[in-house]
C-alpha cells in the first residue's frame, strides 16, 4: 500500500518548505560563530565525532597489559587470572570468572581487560581519517583502577596501563602531592602528547572526559584522609560522615559516595553549596591547564581540543561556570560538553558550556521514531525541530548527535528489541540502564531489515543540527545491550572472531559470525562525505517539510546561504510517496545518497513539484541536479 504526501499551496508545511528555501531565512546560520570568541567554537560544526572506550579499542602494546595487581580489589579475583582473549565469544567465561561465581554479569566481568592502550590508538589513526572522522572523544585516559576509569586516582596522569612503561610510570608518580609543582611526566603522559601530535596531523581533534565531582578511593588525597584522617591536609576536600577513632578496634571511616556508591568517593562543595570546595577545585583546574597547555608557554595548540563532563547536574553550575570560563582563558576555541540526559538548554546557559551530549533532542526522539517506530512522523519532526530550538541558536551547532554510547545499548542492539521486540516497552525509555542481563533480551545479531533501520539513522545523525558522534564499532557492526555488553573489545578487519553461541543465561540463540561489516562501513564513510561537503549539513536551518498522516513517511530540509538539501525518511513496512514543491533554483532533483539501493528512492519531476517514491525502511539525502 502507498502513502502520499501531497504538499498544496494552502498547506502550513508549503508556507514552511518556501519560507526555509529563502537564502535570508536562515536565522541559525547567521549566528553560528565564525571565529573565537564565544561559548561555542565555530570547527565544532564541522566535526564528525568518534567515541573510544580505551580499554576497549585496540592493543597496539602487549607489553603494557594490565596485571592481576593493577585490578580494582584485586585480592577478590583468583591468581589465574589472565587478560580476556580479544577475539573470543563474549558470552564464553574464562576459569577464573567461573570460580568467582555463576551468574555471568555479577561474577568475574567486570574484572576483564583487553589492554586497549594509546599505541592502539595511533595505530588506527589513519582509519580514523578514512571514516571521516575529525573528532574524538575518550572515555577517561586518567589512572584508576577500574575498566571503565570514572573511578580515577588522579587527574593529571594517564593510566600507566595506556602507556609503555607502567612499572615506571607508577614509581614516577608516588610522592606527588596536588602542588603542581610535585607533578612529573610520565611515559603515558608523553605518549598521549604524542597522540595529539599524530592526531593533529591529520587534522583530528582529541576531546577528553573529565569527571570533576568524585574520585576512586585510591585518589592520592582520599588515601591520604582514610591514612591520616583529621590530620591529613585534605580532610576537607571529601563529605566525611565520620573518621576513624583510633581508640577503638572497630573502623568508623565513613564517606559519601557519588549515588551512595562508596567506591566513588565524592567532593565536597562549598556550604552555601554554589561552588566546588576551593581544595578540589584548585586542583581540578590545575590538571585542566596541564592538558590544555601541556608546555606551559600560553599557546594550546599542543593540548586538547575540548572537554566531555560527567554528571553535569550532579555539581553546582557555579563552579561550571567559572570552569568554563577559565577554559576559554586557555584555549578560547575549547569545546565543551555536558553530559547531560535531560533539556539542557538553561544548563547550557548557566554554566557556559558549548554543548550537551544530545540524547533529549536527538537520541531520544531518533529511538522513538526511527527504532521504535512508536511516532508519527509529523510529530517526530515538529518534536526535533521544537527540542533543538530551545538552545540559544549558536549552541544548536555544538550539540553531539549520538545514539548510543558506554551508557546504552549499542545502536543495533537497540534495533533488535526494539518497541513490539522486547516486554518492556516505552517510546522514550531510551537508557534501559545496566540492564542486568534480562533473560528476554535479544543478544544476536541484526538481521538485513533492521540494518537498513541503522543506516537510516546513520543518515539522520550525519544531516541533522549538531555534530554526528558514533560509538567505536557502530561503523564494524558491533552489537550488545546496555554495560557491560556495549563495551566488547572493537571488532577489527584484521582478526578472527570466534562465532557468538553462548547465550548468558543459557538459553537458544543463533550462532552469530561476528566480523567486520565492510559494508557499514562504507556506508558510513559515504554519509560524512556527504556531510564534509554540504555547507547545508553543517551549518544550515532545519525545517520540517511535512509528513502524512498515519504514516512514518517525514522529509525536512537544512539550507544555508544557497546551498540546500532535502531529507526523506520512510520508517515504515511500505512504500510511501512524498510529494514535494521544488525549491527555487533547482531544475531538477538528483538523489545524492541512499540508505539501501539506489533502486529504491524513485523520484519524478512534477514542473513545480515532485515526487519521492521510497521503498520500506528507506532514506534518502536530495540535492539539485548539477
Known sequence: MTSRLLLTSGSWTTIVLLASMCASCTPEAETLPSRSGSTVPAWVADAVFYQIFPERFRNGDPNNDPTHASLDEPHTVPATWRPSPWTADWYVRADWEVAMGDDFYRDGLRRRRYGGDLAGVIEKLDYLKELGINAIYFNPLFYA?????????????????????????????????????????????????????????????????????????????????????????????????????????????????????????????????????????????????????????????????????????????????DWNTYVRTLNPDAYTVAEIWHDASEDIRQGGFSGTMNYHAFAMPVKGFLVDNMMEAEAFVRTMKQRVEAYDPANRFALLNLIDSHDTARIASMIVNREGHYTEPDVFDYDRDSWGGSPDYAVSKPDASERRIQRMIALMQATHIGAPMIYYGTESGMWGADDPDDRMPMVWDDMNFDVQVRHPYGRPRPADTVAFDRSLFDYYREVFTARHERPALRRGSFDPIGSSENTSASAFVRSFEKDRAIVVLNRSEAVATLEINKPDGWTAVDVALSSSDRGDVEVTDNGGTFSVELAPLTAALLESSR
Do not use: C
Request: charged share 30%.
Open 145 to 321: 583502577r577500574s575498566l571503565h576509569k570514572y573511578d580515577g586516582n588522579t587527574y593529571h596522569h594517564i593510566d600507566p596501563y595506556f602507556g609503555p612503561d607502567p612499572v615506571g610510570d607508577l614509581e614516577i608518580m608516588a610522592g606527588e602531592t596536588a602542588d603542581p609543582s610535585t607533578w612529573n611526566w610520565t611515559t603515558a603522559d608523553r605518549l598521549f602528547l604524542d597522540l595529539l601530535r599524530e592526531a593533529r596531523s591529520r587534522g583530528i581533534r582529541i576531546v577528553i572526559d573529565g569527571v570533576w565531582n568524585h574520585t576512586g578511593r585510591d585518589f592520592f588525597a582520599f588515601a591520604d584522609v582514610r591514612k591520616n584522617g583529621q590530620d591529613s591536609p585534605y580532610r576537607d576536600w571529601y563529605i566525611i560522615n565520620s573518621f576513624d577513632d583510633p581508640s577503638t578496634p572497630e573502623d568508623e571511616f565513613d564517606h559519601q559516595g557519588w549515588w551512595g556508591h562508596k567506591p566513588l568517593p565524592e567532593f565536597a562543595d562549598t556550604p552555601d553549596g554554589t561552588d566546588l570546595h576551593p581544595g578540589p577545585k584548585a586542583y581540578v583546574l590545575d590538571a585542566t591547564r596541564r592538558w590544555m597547555d601541556p608546555d606551559g608557554d600560553g599557546d594550546p595548540t599542543d593540548g586538547i581540543a575540548g572537554w566531555r563532563l560527567d554528571v553535569v547536574p550532579d555539581m553546582p553550575i557555579g563552579f561550571w561556570s
